[in-house]
């Protein structure tokens, strides 16, 4: 007699602020994009930036980080100073590879559809980097690289076809894997890093076909040097991205504390209910809590 398949895995969400998140997926603890500098606080560059509220966890109250997902180095929203310090204490650091390279260390680079496996006792999971570009066309040499994540859970690498050449395995900590247990039901979630809304983005719901949750990075950012050019999602954008993931939650992220950041998140609601394919996918994460994802 087969036996049943276990409860998935379970996973929890703890929204710190922008877009920063510690996910908890079984034994392993994942790391989104760690910006924790305290606010205010000003970044003086090409385009700069002012944070205007600060994390709603310190550095110091996180758990060790088994794995760091971070979608680029470049811009102090995503990767700030107490940030860089959170990744030299983190097991693995997952990026593009122009961002590994400067970082070093722990660091590793996956070009669009490479993955990784990484275990943490006897939680195994599958990361693909995805595709994400960070502002209209022809930009890119301006916002440079950026990538997105696909997290698999109990499905094995490839499963969902998002396998590509330099596959490799990464322990972040002491453990083992199952053995001939039946694997629990899978689970599949989806970080967009920064980024517009583009057609590379329609391959990622068509390669993985059952995704669970999409953290999407909205904001609409602008800045006063670049006009009506946005670097991220808009409320309007991001329902057209989720519509074309098939994803069936949303979270959303990177929307506030950021003078860059000015789109009101009522927006964001709005764009979704007024969708009736959209109107229960949408999730808001209170600052600070963990919370359960079913």
Do not use: C
Request: charged share 20%; aromatic share 6%; hydrophobic share 40%.
């Amino acid at each position: 007699m087969t036996a049943a398949a276990p409860a998935a895995t379970p996973v929890t969400a703890t929204y710190i602020g922008t877009a920063t998140v510690l996910l908890r997926i079984g034994e392993l603890t994942v790391l989104t994009d760690p910006a924790f500098d305290a606010a205010p606080a000003d970044y003086p560059a090409a385009r700069p930036l002012h944070r205007t509220a600060g994390p709603a966890l310190p550095a110091d109250a996180l758990p060790p980080i088994d794995l760091v997902l971070l979608s680029h180095d470049q811009h102090a929203d995503n990767l700030d100073r107490t940030g860089r310090e959170v990744l030299a204490r983190a097991g693995l650091v997952l990026t593009t590879p122009e961002a590994a390279a400067r970082l070093g260390g722990r660091a590793e680079g996956l070009s669009p559809w490479q993955t990784r496996t990484v275990t943490a006792g006897a939680t195994t999971v599958t990361v693909t980097a995805t595709p994400a570009r960070h502002g209209p066309a022809g930009t890119e040499q301006a916002t440079g690289p950026v990538t997105g994540f696909v997290i698999e859970v109990g499905r094995g690498a490839g499963a969902g076809d998002g396998a590509g050449p330099g596959e490799a395995e990464a322990t972040a900590s002491p453990g083992t894997r199952p053995g001939s247990e039946p694997a629990p039901e899978p689970r599949t979630l989806y970080v967009s890093g920064d980024t517009v809304r583009h057609d590379a983005l329609a391959e990622i719901g068509a390669r993985f076909t059952a995704l669970d949750t999409a953290f999407l990075h909205f904001g609409d950012a602008h800045f006063p040097s670049t006009g009506d050019l946005a670097f991220s999602l808009s409320a309007a954008e991001g329902a057209a991205v989720a519509r074309t993931l098939g994803a069936h939650r949303v979270i959303p992220l990177h929307f506030d504390s950021w003078d860059h950041l000015a789109e009101d998140p009522a927006r964001i609601t709005a764009a979704f209910a007024a969708d009736p394919e959209l109107a229960d996918r949408l999730r808001w994460l209170a600052p600070g809590k963990e919370e359960t994802l079913d």
